[in-house]
């Protein structure tokens, strides 16, 4: 079964640090997304990476502030999140070349 599985959301304060993960099976992905998706908006790119090499690309609301990683060995992909602002919560979603997780919720408190 090809599947994309998002974890480690939550609620964290302003300023504080989030790392979301994307665990892929059943499927050998060439390129990795994070999007979100705030309510009443529409879904937005954050960040990139192919599952090869070491380009990564960002929106540039969140440059500086979260870096996207890989894991090859376990077939993860890392969203690091530092210096969360309040215009940042929303449901992260991974997405791999069609394939979509289910979406893991960020919040950021005042």
């Known amino acids: 079964q090809v599947q994309l599985v998002e974890s480690g959301g939550g609620l964290v304060q302003a300023g504080g640090s989030l790392r979301l993960s994307c665990a892929a099976s059943?499927?050998?992905?060439?390129?990795y997304r994070w999007l979100r998706q705030a309510p009443g908006k529409e879904r937005e790119f954050v960040a990139s990476?192919?599952?090869?090499?070491?380009?990564?690309y960002y929106a540039d609301s969140v440059k500086g502030r979260f870096a996207i990683s890989r894991d090859n060995d376990k077939n993860i992909v890392y969203l690091q999140m530092n210096s969360l602002k309040p215009e940042d919560p929303g449901v992260y979603y991974c997405?791999?070349?069609?394939?979509w997780g289910q979406g893991t919720q960020v919040n950021v408190s005042a």
């Open positions: 997405n791999a070349d069609d394939c």
């Open positions: 059943g499927a050998t992905f060439s390129n």
């Open positions: 990476t192919p599952w090869t090499g070491f380009t990564a």
